[in-house]
């Protein structure tokens, strides 16, 4: 909210972006706290030189880090070895009980202050190969080494390059490594309930470097369960039955309807992704399980359809005489359609790292340069009302299977944009 009284003359900035002729300035009204002006000082030269020079570092810490297993939960060596390296900075690293490391560089005061955050955990289980390949083309091949590892180098080395060009700001800057991201945002929700007030924005460098996201997609994750007495076969005609209360349900789910696919606000389910139940071929099983992953921008329908669908497992067990609970797996809020967030896209957060990429000739999707929607620690930020937004790390592709890659280049691009991020937002101290 603080930031707010700060719109106006950032709104100055864009039309005067716009009067130099900026093209997409002149169409874009919105505040930004980005100018050309801020890349040409002679300190944040130095820090993008700094990005420049040492970036052979920057890929072998890449690579290292990679290699080291971060499956959610077990992301203790990454952290150890983030928290190492900011001592190293010179600076204080805190934790958490969740195993979140973070670390406050301070500024000269009167700006905001900016959270950076970059999740350390992986999707890849603990005994996944993660030795990373490099490729002729200019690409590494290893599980995670696009998502997420990338970002924790390039916030390292953001984190470098500023104290080698002493690059000072007015605002304070909050480094955040979290933990348990994959497995619903856990610990970037915890940092958030637990340091309530502390920023002013916030921005989750994840994904890959394109559209900045400033929405939230609500994932809510279920396990349906079915428990009954069971029964062997010779004994189970018009016994209580939770296979038939499971199929019911599943089959009912797909009656509840959804807005037409080509609805601007989309919502979507997927029954079954992981079905679990019995294990002889004689006899009712006691248990029968099966998941739902639904998904949705739009905060009142996610609740609207998950609602239904829990009605469809009640009604289904109901019938069939067994015992339905359902268990949350993960809840990630949703932070609204579009219409609902046109106060956030108006934030100079959003227009800032626009106008960031633009400047690194990051190409971004004509007409989507913003984006309502998101899945990552940013949803937090959004879901508690505080400016936030997603950035990319580096471009690649594959994410969350063996076949992840990433371009080598790309996370210096990413390095470089946080460094004109952090300065743009949390304000360049005057020369
Ligand atoms: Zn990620």
Not at 147 to 166: E, K
Request: charged fraction near 20%; hydrophobic fraction near 40%; include cysteine.
């Amino acid at each position: 909210m603080r930031a707010m009284s700060r719109m106006l003359p950032f709104a100055l900035i864009g039309l005067l972006a716009a009067a130099a002729g900026h093209p997409a300035a002149a169409q874009a009204p919105y505040p930004t706290k980005f100018s050309p002006a801020i890349a040409a000082r002679a300190d944040v030269k130095q820090a993008l030189a700094y990005l420049e020079t040492h970036f052979d570092s920057q890929v072998s810490e890449w690579i290292m880090l990679t290699e080291i297993p971060g499956t959610s939960g077990h992301e203790q060596k990454r952290a150890d070895y983030v928290k190492g390296e900011l001592v190293k900075l010179g600076l204080a690293p805190e934790t958490d009980t969740m195993g979140n490391v973070w670390a406050r560089r301070a500024g000269t005061g009167g700006g905001p202050t900016v959270v950076f955050a970059a999740h350390m955990d992986t999707v890849h289980p603990l005994d996944t190969p993660l030795k990373v390949r490099r490729e002729d083309n200019g690409t590494l091949h290893a599980p995670g080494i696009f998502d997420n590892t990338a970002s924790i180098s390039n916030q390292l080395q953001t984190l470098r390059a500023m104290r080698d060009a002493r690059l000072e700001t007015k605002g304070d800057l909050i480094f955040l490594f979290t933990v348990q991201e994959e497995v619903g945002l856990k610990g970037m929700y915890h940092w958030l309930e637990k340091h309530p007030g502390v920023t002013d924005m916030l921005v989750a460098v994840d994904g890959g470097l394109g559209a900045v996201s400033y929405g939230a997609l609500g994932i809510y994750w279920s396990r349906m369960k079915f428990s009954g007495e069971g029964a062997h076969t010779l004994n189970s005609r018009d016994q209580p039955n939770t296979v038939r209360a499971a199929a019911q349900c599943i089959t009912n789910i797909y009656t509840v309807p959804l807005p037409p696919a080509d609805d601007p606000v989309p919502a979507i389910y997927n029954v079954g992704g992981m079905l679990t139940g019995g294990n002889v071929v004689n006899a009712i099983p006691q248990e029968v399980t099966f998941t739902v992953d639904l998904r949705t921008v739009d905060a009142e329908l996610i609740q609207t359809l998950d609602a239904a669908i829990v009605s469809k497992c009640e009604a289904a067990a109901k019938a069939q005489k067994v015992t339905f609970t359902r268990e949350w797996i993960q809840k990630s809020e949703a932070g609204g359609r579009p219409e609902q967030l046109t106060a956030q896209r108006a934030h100079p957060l959003v227009q800032t790292a626009i106008d960031v990429l633009r400047f690194l000739d990051v190409p971004l999707p004509a007409g989507r340069e913003a984006i309502p929607t998101g899945s990552t620690d940013a949803n937090a930020g959004v879901v508690a009302k505080i400016p936030a937004i997603s950035v990319g790390r580096s471009r690649g592709g594959a994410g969350h299977t063996l076949q992840e890659w990433a371009h080598i280049d790309s996370a210096k691009t990413g390095s470089q944009q946080l460094v004109l991020l952090a300065v743009a937002l949390a304000e360049p101290v005057a020369r």
